[in-house]
Every structure is written in structure tokens, then in C-alpha cells.
């Protein structure tokens, strides 16, 4: 086994933590405050930075990044703004899907997303997300089109995406009725809604309402009722980016910490002399190493081609539960100026906060986790 990273991953890896301290960091907390969306400057410099294309099609400007380099991206991403990891992390997914795209849909579409335009990924339902199978949203074939008909919610980029790719059911009841559309968000009887979110507040989560929509056949991607298929090749390992932009989120926090014990005194000495403070500070970190392992671990098997269902189930699930622990012990030793607004500590903990549900809860992630120690007989599902 190899737990170190090559020359050139330690080269990805400097220099997007170069490029998002320079160009992500500075505008971290005024997104949250002020609610403004992105500028054409900073998505220009996103996209010369070649991020967008980590893993297009060669003939798109694709870089053939390895699904561990593109965790190393996130990683670096979600040390200054976690919600910018989600812009990346739709490319990669665009990536993913483009060989099942029509030609024309790719010709379209790909160049229109490596330039910056968002994108949305549409699963969940108003009943339910974490039962990706069960969904409602219909779409009826009708000639050489379908409508569709249902409502999704909590999707990031409401609003400001240009296209949609949407869950609808095709076929009969659970995952194997599922398939997979393109949908253009200006396609008449598309409406969107925005709600407030406790974090990640530039990422506008919100509802998708479709009313008759009519999309060409061509826009499904693959094959009828094969959806959920697409719909679990992609979070099977986004299941390792979310952890990992929260993970990194968590070690800018220790390292900001680590700097600010040191020189803060309290009853004669720096904080960081309380052995107590040093213990945290040295379990932290412990767990977010081990975390961050799990995430690259199930990202090398991913990238082998191997099955990783529960190894990346592990890395979600504790991966966000010991990055969200860790934020709240480095905003909890900042005293009260952890707590206030004018460091990104609460703002990083309410952003990551929300990592808990997406991409599924934890519960979702044991019971994979148990299927695979039990047996499917013996598991709760
Ligand atoms: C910041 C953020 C961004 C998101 N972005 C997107 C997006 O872009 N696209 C998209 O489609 N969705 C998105 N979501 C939605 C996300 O995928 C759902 O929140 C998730 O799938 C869980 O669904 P739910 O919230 O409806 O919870 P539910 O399915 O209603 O579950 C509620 C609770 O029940 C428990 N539970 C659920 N299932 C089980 C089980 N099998 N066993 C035991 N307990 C269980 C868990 O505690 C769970 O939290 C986003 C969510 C957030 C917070």
C-alpha cells in the first residue's frame, strides 16, 4: 500500500490552495452576507484555472484527472469556500455523463458548462430525498418527446442554473422505473423557487417546479429506466468530494486555531499550554486524518474500478461528522470571537452543517455500511 501522494498530486495540490486563497477566500463571508451571486471575473478565473474540465472529454479541453486528484481539488476548494466545490463537482459529474448525451446535447452543452455556466442536479423530492428510488416526478413518452410533471427541492443553484438534470419515472415503481433528462431551465412550464437555507447560502437551494414540460427524447441520458443507475455512478463517489471540502474546511480551522492559542494568553499563559486545549486541538486532528483516508481510500478504489459502496458510505457519513466536530472546537477555543461574525468559523460550521443531509444522512450510510458486514437478508435494507 502507498499512502503518500505523487509529485504531481502535491503540485495539484499547492497550486489550487494557491488560487483559492487568492481568489475564493476574500470573498467567503461577504457571499454570505450579502446574498450576491458570482461575478463573470471570478468565474473567468475558475475556468482559465481549468477546473471545470478536470475530467471532460479530451476533445472539451479535458485534464484526465483521477477521481484521487479531483479529491485533492475539493479538499483544496473546501479549505476557503465549500460551496465552490459544488461548481467543480457538477463538471466532473457533466464528465461522468457525457458519453450517454446525444452528440448534439454534449456539442451543446459541455463547452456551455467548462465556460461557466451552472448547472443542477435534481433528485430530491418534496417527499423525500434520502429514498432516491421513490421519487413521484413523471415523465410520459408522447411521440418523440416526454413530459414531465413534479416538483424537486434543496437543489443547489436554483435559479441561476442553466440546465437541469432531472430524476423522473418512466417505468414502474422503485429505482428500475427511473430514468434521466436534460432539461434546459428556460423550457416553457420550468419555474423555480428560492428558500432560506441556515448556510452555503450562495449556492441557492431551492425548488424546481415542472408543469407539462415538454423535453425531445434525445435528452434522456442513457436508457430508459436505467436512471438510477446514473444517478448512483455519481454519488457513489461524490460521496468522497462532500466529505472532503468539509475536511479541509475543518484543517484551515485547526491550523487558523492552532496559530491562535498560541499567542493568546489566559491566566498567565498562552492557551495553547492548557493541556486540556492541546488534547482537542491533537484529537481533531487525529480524527480528520482518518477521515480524509477513507475519503482518498475509497476515491483510489473508484478510480481501479473496484466497488467502494461502503467504504465511501464510511468516509460520508464520519467524514462530515468529524469535520462539523472539529469546526465547532475551533470556534468554541476562539471564545467569543469564534462565535461572532467577523471570523468564518460559524459561517464554515452552518455550511458543513448542511453536508449532514446531502448526498444522504448518516442513517442511509450505516444501513449501507451494515448491508455490506450482513448480508442484504440480514441488513435493515
Ligand atoms: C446543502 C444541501 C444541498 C443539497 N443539494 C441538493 C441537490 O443539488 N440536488 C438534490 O437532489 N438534492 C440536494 N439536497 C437534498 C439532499 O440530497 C437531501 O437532503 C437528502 O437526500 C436527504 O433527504 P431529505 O432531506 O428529504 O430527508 P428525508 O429523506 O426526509 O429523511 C429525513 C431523516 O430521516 C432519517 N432517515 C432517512 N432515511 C432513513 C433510513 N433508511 N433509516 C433510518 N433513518 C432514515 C434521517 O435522519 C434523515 O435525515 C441538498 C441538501 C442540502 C442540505
Known sequence: MDFGFSEDQQLIRQTVRTYA???????????????????????????????????????????????????????????CDHQIRYIISNAIHLGEMASSMHPDLQEEWIPRIAKGEMMSLAFTEPGGGADAGNIRTKAVKEGDYYILNGEKTSITFTGVSKVVFVSARTGGPGPRGLSFFLVPTDTPGVKTTNFERMGQRLDRGGSFFFDDVKIPARNMIGKENEGFIWAMTIIGYNRNFVPLACIGAAQKSIDETVEYVKTRQVMGRSVSKWQGVANELATEATKLEAARMLCYRALSLNDRGLRHDAESSMAKWWGVKVANEALYTCMRLHGHYGWAKDLPFEQRLRDCLGMESADGPREVHLGIIARDLLGKEHAPF
Request: proline share 3%; charged share 30%.
Open 21 to 79: 486563497e487568492a481568489e475564493i477566500l476574500p470573498h467567503y463571508q461577504r457571499w454570505d452576507r450579502t446574498g450576491e451571486w458570482l461575478t463573470q471575473d471570478f468565474i473567468d478565473k475558475l475556468v482559465n484555472m481549468g477546473l471545470l474540465r478536470l475530467r471532460l472529454p479530451e476533445k472539451y479541453g479535458g485534464q484526465g484527472y483521477s477521481f484521487v486528484d479531483c479529491g485533492i481539488v475539493c479538499e483544496e476548494i473546501g479549505r
